[in-house]
């Protein structure tokens, strides 16, 4: 669902889950300080420059948010800005996908040893190999001297 209104975020709204039962991710592209028409919600989200709208780069900036429609919903928001940019360059602006993954690996942990489960069991298993596979990428980047840049 694309979202439009005076002084809020552009973004995109899509459920956390398939059936969209307790949780949304908003994903922001970018903002506004007044109504936007369909078709400029349209461009933004196809990556275009619309004049009046701060754009963001996609994949940097996230809400999650309790689903109104859930009766049970209590009113609460968390935001998520990605690093954007290389920080020698801009500096420590925003989390790393490493830095949210030790913290889900933390938390699958710290619940594990309360409720155990095989299935946090292999949950830690995968998160840990794919936090060692970016920093497999980080140790590659250094090595080609590429670190802290937009060189691929």
């Known amino acids: 669902m694309q979202q439009a209104q005076d002084n809020v975020l552009v973004g995109i ?3 956390i889950n398939d059936q969209g039962e307790n949780l ?4 922001f592209l970018g903002y506004a300080n007044r109504e936007l028409e ?3 919600i349209d461009k933004v989200v196809n990556g275009e420059i619309v004049e009046g709208i701060t754009a963001y780069a996609q994949g940097h900036y996230y809400k999650i948010s309790a689903n109104p429609e859930n009766q049970n919903a209590k009113e609460f928001e968390i935001s998520l800005h990605f690093q954007d940019g290389p920080i020698p360059e801009h500096g420590v602006n925003g989390i790393t996908s490493e830095a949210l993954l030790m913290l ?20 830690i298993i995968y998160m ?25």
Not at 24 to 27: F, K, M
Not at 116 to 123: D, G, I, L, Y
Request: proline share 5%; charged share 40%; no cysteine.
């Open 104 to 123: 889900l690996i933390h938390r699958t942990k710290t619940l594990d040893e309360k409720f155990p489960s095989e299935f946090n069991k292999q949950a």
């Open 24 to 27: 949304l991710i908003d994903h």
């Open 38 to 40: 369909p078709q400029e």
């Open 128 to 152: 840990e190999s794919a936090l060692e596979e970016f920093n497999k990428r980080t140790v590659e980047r250094r090595a080609r001297g590429v670190e802290g840049t937009l060189v691929k």
């Open 13 to 15: 709204a899509e459920p």
